[in-house]
């Protein structure tokens, strides 16, 4: 034998055990084809077998643990059964008793006679899957779902069948189903065994009672009842009292209920009210199918047949803006008294050729589909108008069959009416929309004058250079039965220039009110429409802006000033006609003074308005305080002596006496 020869016979026996069971070859031997080892020793994979017969009893062997090749080291002890002793010599009837020896003549006649045969020790029990097998525990619940962007319904209800198998504690939920819900429906949650949420620990048949909740993948299920055979179950196994099995009603769905309804009338039930009349090919279908039909009009269609009375009749719908004059045929069956309208169509009249305005159907007179209120022959003559659902149509002639009918009948039709009726010039009015907020009225007005490109609004441009940064102020209270807003002032600008006004709220410490803009500049309306002008504005004075009422108290020197020196556009400031007014009354001024003198000889400005109250002078704050500023004109604390009234008085308008 060559050097390069290798016997394995020879090389096993000297590596011995460690080479028998080394999970790799030997590292001396070089990695090429033919000097690797192919006949080495594997471990066993085999398992172990679990249920065997000792002496003709059937046990549970324990598992092993061991090593294959160890397991012949294990002592006899070791490999006990786990349930019952060995070596028991007599025979016994039961299979539980463990004091004798079961032959197989017992296990025969109790595989025959279906009869447990493991014998279990007396303080043992059957193992789960033998003592609960096919035991299932069923719950009725159901979980509610919110229903967005819906106006008839808020929340869904769905009904479930929830099972659980006591043997492992497995649950299945199953989605009763709905007919026509459009809801993908059916198994929920497949057989499976459910952890509580937030939890490590299962569901249990101890939280199932009727009346808990159940939440499984986000979803709370409320169980509402169970059947009898799991309410018996829970009632003598589980302890549970009556209350934790008392069925609980559902909630309502309207909706459902609705929908329910709703599948009523259009199956068919019988003594349901549809509200709708049966479609003719359904009558049709269900008389062929062999349902007897009404025998009721039988007579008539074989009288009449399939006479007709024919009417031309036209519909002015000139009212209606491109509306226009119609032609229509109106047929009227004596056999059923239905009503058809079709449409007479001239040559090149440019609108589309359809046959029907109404299908042959009874015509009712207040527009409502019922029988008991519809047109007749009676009621159709030359002259009178036919509501066809909200259409007026005039009868305008008849043919020949027609006239004969009537007078069969003992009526006379008129004559014809011409089909042409005059033109009636339609007066259409234009109304302007109202103002919405953006940009100013006159730009919004410009555009509904009927050009593409408006031109935009044009401005006094000579107010505007004469009256250029002309400003009157006025100091105003704001009018409200709230005592907070009692002590808030506001400055009323108006712009002469372009009679714009603005509002400004002086800020005041420890008010609780944020001073400053209470409205940007802009014009003003009235209630009537009009805007507010310069001549609005004056002391005493109650202007509405904006939803507020302003109360005018004082304005500054310069306004006083401007008003006093425009007497045409503040007509209150005029002391001309004032002057007027006191000069006519001069000796009731006087008599006045003589009586109510007291001896002081001092008059204020309270003094002067009660002067010319008594007098019957009526004069506004504005003419009054325009009269005290021509008394007090040096402003010396608002007492003046009244003789410099009744010297104002007799003087005229330029300060000379009379």
Known sequence: MSSFDWDS???????GPRFRH?????????ALPGFR?????????????????VN????????????PYQAHHESSSQRRPMTAPIGMAKEVLNPTDVSGRYSFFRKKADRENCNIALPFCPESKLPSFLEHDRRVLLF???????????AIEEKRTHTCEMYFYVEDGTMEIIQTKQENSGIVQGRFLRRSRVAKPGSSSLYDIDDLKVGSQVVIYSRTFHISSCNESTKEYVLRYHGWNEADVETLPLPRDRFAESNKAKMRRESGVPGVDRKRKMNDLKQVMESMLGKESSMTDRGMFLECGT?????????DDRERLYGDIQYFRLFYYLADDTVEIMRANAKNDGRDNFTKLLKRSKLPKNGRVSDSDCYTWKDLAIGRTVNVFGRVMLIARSDTFTRQHYLSNGITLRDDMPLQLAEKKVEVKRVIPPYNGFGT??????????????????????????????????????????ADDATRRFVISFFMEDDTIAIREPPVSNSGVMGGSFLRRQTMKHENGSYYAAKDLYVGNIVDIVGHHFLLLNADEYTYRLMECDDRTFPFSNFTRLHEILTSNYNELKSYFITHYKGTGILDQDGLAECCKSLGLDMNAQELLTIWRKLDKKGKGGKVAFTKLLKLASEDAFGSQR
């Open 441 to 482: 009225e006159e730009d919004s007005l410009r555009s509904c004058t009927g050009g593409l490109n408006p031109p935009p609004p044009k401005k006094d441009l000579q107010k505007m250079r004469d009256k250029n940064g002309v400003v009157l102020r006025f100091n105003a209270q704001l009018v409200s039965d709230k």
């Open 56 to 67: 003709g009893y059937m046990m549970v062997q324990s598992p092993s643990r061991n090593l």
């Open 22 to 30: 080394g999970p790799n070859p030997p590292t001396d031997l070089p």
């Open 9 to 15: 016979s020879s090389r096993l026996k000297e590596e």
């Open 307 to 315: 006479d007709a009375l024919c009417f031309h009749v036209l519909w």
């Open 37 to 53: 080892p192919s006949n080495l020793p594997r471990p066993s994979s085999a398992k172990n077998q679990s249920l065997s017969f």
């Open 140 to 150: 009725h619940a159901y979980y509610e779902e919110d229903v967005l962007q819906s």
